[in-house]
């Protein structure tokens, strides 16, 4: 079964930036669609960006033009960098391999001043 560990959140002010990496314990990672997730407490998982396996992505309107996912195959990670920041990006960050169902544990990202 694979696992997926996620770090790099922390706090940061307002505009600032921070990147967070999930790291996947299998090599066959290359061949999945990957995913990052957000929540916040007492609202449902939110989907905020997607990278397929040939590299293409998708996000969520509120973060596009901010946030950057990308994936580095020989390291078996995918990463989330994200820039200006604001208080409403502040949640537990996932990464899931979708076609799996396999989640991270999070990661907390908050920002604030």
């Known amino acids: 079964q694979v696992q997926l560990v996620e770090s790099g959140g922390g706090l940061v002010q307002p505009g600032g930036s921070l990147k967070l990496s999930c790291v996947a314990s299998?090599?066959?990672?290359?061949?999945?669609?990957m995913n990052w997730y957000r929540q916040t407490p007492g609202k449902q998982r939110e989907l905020v960006a997607t990278?397929?396996?040939?590299?293409?992505?998708n996000y969520v309107d509120s973060v596009k033009g901010r946030f950057t996912i990308s994936r580095d195959n020989a390291k078996n990670t995918v990463y989330l960098q994200m820039n200006n920041l604001k208080p409403e990006d502040t949640a537990v960050y996932y990464c899931?391999?979708?076609?799996?169902?396999?989640w991270g544990q999070g990661t907390q990202v908050t920002v604030s001043s």
């Open positions: 899931k391999i979708p076609i799996l169902g396999v």
């Open positions: 299998q090599s066959m990672f290359r061949l999945y669609t």
């Open positions: 990278i397929t396996s040939g590299g293409s992505t």
